[in-house]
């Protein structure tokens, strides 16, 4: 019994992480209709400047977390202006390709950087709680509720403000958009903005109990599209929940089936709805 | 000299150099470099099968490579199969998986598509890596059969092998131009240009890209059956995404959809990557950023350069429509 609640224990951490990173591919697919390949290395880069400003500037865990947003935001605002927009008219194929050949850049740049050691960083909930009689490390909590925190925000963001409003208006109909006024140009960077923010927000809370390496985006990347699949691309709340169920399967089938094989269960499932249904399990929502 | 018969001798120009190199590199690193890019851009001829002519951006293309060679490297090592045997085998293998896999994943269109066709992709990977007792994971695979001798012809000096290779890329080459001036080769540009358009007027696309992909697959694995052959030895990073990268990188830089783009592209990136050995760390960050690059102000690759500067002189004597 303490096996299986450590295990949906895992499964909700790991669920945390892979809905804040299929939330941002959600958001950038609903708006431009790319799939960003580089997505998960925007969460690798999130981790890793975290990692250096704590343990090479020594900031404080909540601030260097906070510039990592920043900087990913930006990182992610460039991309759209610079890679993404120019390429708003080509054919699908090519904003795809570009995609892979940033996903390609981002992870090499990181190999230079930091080398293709694996890091560590320290949390600063360094103990262990009990809850129910359950040891938890604490950092697993800390990351529970801030990435529900942060999922409410979005959503709250997403409906109640106008900003959010305009994005969603941008994914329901971008032509629409543009007659009632909406700068769709200024959506599309803001969104990717956010998206890169999010992925940040991800890598910078898991860093702490997981390692940070080069190459830790490349899966996640694959995972996140399996999700979005899943709970239709486009579709907010089809992220959040797919990512804690996917999260939930790969940590229960890891335990009682085969842990050899965890991380084939996202492709598994992307492979088996596919096969049944070639355009997704939900027609594109916005 | 009319155009059509010029443009008809250049390739057989170009067999001819391709022939004479051995001949001048006395070198065995620059031989092997040779052998290497020759195989390659095998794979990369398929890529452009399913990617440039059929318009799918199918990224299993590395998975495909990985069942050829891991076919021919465990029938050899673990059946005694040779090399001859094995390589045959291994395009089966692929050709069959890539009609079964393709029957699946083409009804899949677009993003749809390129997402699944990586997950499947990743699976082959994942599971050529994790399969240990098959095999051998990251250890890999010893002792894999080269292609010995057929008759008289002993394949045993780098130069022989570099000659096999180079026979096995002209008939690539050949087969691929031959399909594309072919009804085959007419659909699938058809279906590139509009899917829709091209099933209205009432061709099977999903045979036409199926074919396509099994193409595409045996090719795919026709060059990982040799690499593995001359190589020797085979690990599981034959069949990662990286390769699949390099590959596409091959097969844009050269010209997406044009004949001989792909081989000249394999030539330009591979070479490349082999004379910046020394800045091997910054290699991919070079190539991550010359893929968006061409992609943005390139798309069509050397043979999109190459078409417009022949319109530009051409163009002016011979009116084109």
């Known amino acids: 019994m303490e096996l299986f609640a450590q295990q949906v224990l895992n499964g909700l951490v790991t669920g945390s992480v892979y809905s804040l990173v299929a ?162 140009g200024r959506v599309a960077t803001t969104t990717f903005a956010i998206s890169a923010g999010l992925a940040a927000v991800a890598g910078s809370l898991i860093a702490p109990i997981s390692l940070v390496y080069p190459s830790m985006g490349a899966l996640v990347t694959l995972k996140a599209f399996a999700i979005v699949v899943l709970g239709g691309m486009g579709s907010v709340p089809g992220a959040l929940v797919g990512g804690y169920l996917l999260a939930m399967a790969e940590s229960l089938g890891g335990t009682y089936v085969s842990a050899t094989y965890q991380d084939l269960v996202a492709f598994v499932v992307l492979a088996l709805v596919f096969t049944f249904k070639p355009s997704g399990l939900f027609r594109e929502a916005a | 000299m009319t155009a059509a018969r010029a443009s008809a001798a250049v390739p057989l120009v170009l067999l001819g150099a391709a022939a004479l190199l051995p001949l001048l590199l006395s070198n065995e690193y620059y031989l092997q470099i040779l052998t290497q890019g020759y195989i390659l851009a095998i794979s990369a001829c398929g890529l452009n099968v399913i990617l440039g002519l059929a318009g799918q951006l199918s990224l299993a293309h590395a998975g495909f490579f990985g069942i050829g060679a891991y076919t021919l490297a465990l029938l050899g090592t673990k059946a005694g199969v040779p090399f001859w045997a094995g390589l045959p085998a291994g395009v089966a293998l692929s050709a069959a998986m890539g009609y079964g896999i393709g029957s699946i994943c083409l009804r899949s269109r677009g993003h749809y598509f390129a997402i699944f066709t990586m997950a499947v992709g990743l699976i082959i990977h994942l599971v050529i890596q994790k399969w240990e007792s098959l095999t051998h994971g990251h250890v890999g695979v010893i002792g894999v059969p080269g292609p010995g001798s057929i008759g008289p012809i002993a394949f045993d000096s780098s130069a022989a092998r570099s000659y096999l290779a180079l026979g096995f890329l002209a008939l690539t080459v050949t087969a691929i131009a031959r399909l594309m001036a072919s009804p085959v080769g007419r659909t699938w540009m058809a279906v590139r240009e509009n899917e829709a358009l091209a099933s209205a007027v009432g061709l099977d696309v999903m045979v036409a890209k199926r074919l396509a992909f099994t193409v595409s697959a045996a090719l795919a694995g026709l060059a990982g059956g040799l690499f593995a052959g001359f190589i020797g030895f085979l690990g599981p990073e034959s069949s990662n995404v990286e390769m699949t990268f390099n590959t596409l990188l091959y097969v844009m830089v050269g010209g997406i959809g044009s004949l001989a783009g792909p081989v000249a592209g394999t030539f330009i990136v591979y070479g490349l990557s082999q004379v910046l050995a020394v800045l091997q760390q910054f290699q991919m960050v070079f190539f991550g950023v010359a893929l968006v690059l061409l992609i943005l102000f390139m798309p069509s690759g050397l043979a999109g350069v190459w078409r417009s500067a022949r319109a530009g002189w051409g163009g002016r004597l011979v009116h084109r429509p």
């Open chain 1, 23 to 184: 939330l941002g591919l959600t958001l950038i697919y609903g708006t431009m209709h790319v799939p960003n390949f580089a997505h998960g290395q925007l969460y690798m880069l999130g981790a890793y400047v975290s990692y250096s400003l704590v343990t090479r500037a020594g900031l404080p865990y909540w601030g260097a977390l906070g510039m990592s947003v920043v900087a990913l935001a930006l990182v992610g605002a460039a991309l759209e202006r610079l890679v993404f927009r120019p390429l708003r008219h080509a054919p699908p194929l090519n904003s795809m390709i570009a995609a892979l050949g940033v996903m390609l850049c981002l992870e090499a740049v990181a190999q230079n950087i930091w080398g293709e050691e694996f890091r560590h960083m320290d949390s600063p909930y360094g103990g262990v709680v009990s809850v129910f009689g359950l040891p938890v490390a604490a950092h697993r909590l800390v990351l529970l509720v801030a990435a529900a925190g942060l999922m409410a925000g979005l959503l709250l963001f997403l409906t109640r403000t106008l900003a959010g409003s305009a994005i969603r208006a941008t994914a329901q109909s971008p032509e629409g958009a543009l007659l009632v006024g909406i700068d769709t």
